[in-house]
């Protein structure tokens, strides 16, 4: 059995009841970044006491090794755990935080369990996504997530010229992406010179200590340092 596990995008006391009992009693999780797993089973711990499975493993499993990966998570999937115990173990993703598959590890494992057969479930919990969205104030009846945006000027236009023909299809379309703190001022330059009278929301480390979130014009946001996880919401219109 797979579970998928939403998890804290930053704040580890969103952790759901559901999420802690799936990750403690897991028999190995598949993790985006062990060592914020480890902090993560000790949260389990001490806010709701539960005892972790002793027995537990830990499987490193990252975008640049998912594909490596893949022929054994599988395997493990549908070999039982020993010839003593004929039960098939119970496996847990969860990527670094935030929902596994959501610009995170996991498309290729599901993609093959659907193929398969293998039954998984899904674990709701937060994402940068929504939760930046609704800090946005714009109305959310339309909107779509186009993931990290491209490192390349070029590429970045060509998105930005696609997203302008997609709003005209489908308009007022809310727009939500990712976005690093080492480019964020370029591509703010980039929206200036396009739509200078646009109103982007940046929001910085939400859920944790130093969550910010900024309303303004593109010319306005260009020259402010920005640290962290980044997700912006905008509208072309």
Request: overall charge positive; aromatic content about 8%; charged content about 25%.
């Amino acid at each position: 059995m797979l579970s998928i596990v939403g998890i804290p995008i930053g704040n580890l006391d969103d952790l759901s009841i559901r999420q802690a009992k799936t990750i403690a009693i897991a028999d190995i999780i598949l993790s985006e970044d062990t060592r914020s797993t480890g902090f993560l089973l000790q949260k389990i711990k001490s806010l709701f006491n539960f005892k972790i499975n002793p027995n537990q493993r830990l499987i490193s499993y990252y975008k640049e090794k998912e594909f490596e990966k893949l022929p054994e998570i599988i395997t493990l999937l549908t070999s039982p755990q020993t010839s003593h115990n004929p039960q098939l173990p119970h496996v847990v993703l969860v990527s670094e935080s935030g929902m596994p598959l959501i610009s995170d590890p996991g498309l290729l494992l599901v993609q093959q369990c659907i193929k398969k057969q293998i039954p998984f479930e899904v674990i709701p919990g937060p994402t940068a996504v929504i939760t930046a969205l609704v800090y946005s104030g714009f109305n959310s009846k339309h909107f779509m997530y186009v993931g990290f945006l491209p490192k390349k000027k070029s590429e970045l236009l060509q998105l930005i010229n696609k997203l302008k023909q997609m709003n005209q299809i489908l308009k007022d379309t809310v727009f939500v992406c990712y976005e690093s703190p080492n480019r964020i001022n370029k591509t703010l330059e980039i929206f200036n010179s396009f739509f200078s009278n646009i109103e982007i929301i940046v929001a910085r480390e939400l859920t944790k200590k130093f969550e910010e979130i900024i309303r303004r014009k593109p010319k306005e946001l260009i020259d402010h340092k920005y640290k962290g996880e980044i997700t912006v919401v905008f509208r072309l219109s």
